[in-house]
Nanobody
């Protein structure tokens, strides 16, 4: 079965950096669009970034210029490099996979369990 497993979260001070990883198994990774979503307390899942099969990327305005999504198809892994972190970036971050490009969480079939990122001020 398909599994997506996130790692790399934690507690960081404002202005710091974290790198999230999402390791996929049970699917033909290179055929899938991979995305990251965030869910802050009391809010729904919000789009953060997406990377297509060919490597094209799109970002939410709130993270543009600070976050970078990338993928390594040889390792079946997608990454989210997060720089200049702000307290408002605090959330559970989840990776997701689907065939075809989409920006809303309800369009994604496969999900990781999520990982906490906390940014202290």
């Amino acid at each position: 079965q398909v599994q997506l497993v996130e790692s790399g979260g934690g507690l960081v001070q404002a202005g710091g950096s974290l790198r999230l990883s999402c390791a996929a198994s049970g699917l033909t990774f290179g055929a899938y669009v991979m995305a990251w979503f965030q869910q802050a307390p009391g809010k729904g899942r919000e789009f953060v970034a997406v990377i297509t099969k060919s490597g094209s990327t799109t970002y939410a305005d709130s993270v543009k210029g600070r976050f970078t999504i990338s993928r390594d198809d040889a390792k079946n892994t997608v990454y989210l490099e997060m720089n200049r972190l702000k307290p408002e970036d605090t959330a559970v971050y989840s990776c997701a996979a689907r065939i075809g490009l989409a920006y809303t969480s309800n369009m994604y079939r496969y999900w990781g369990q999520g990982i906490q990122v906390t940014v202290s001020s």
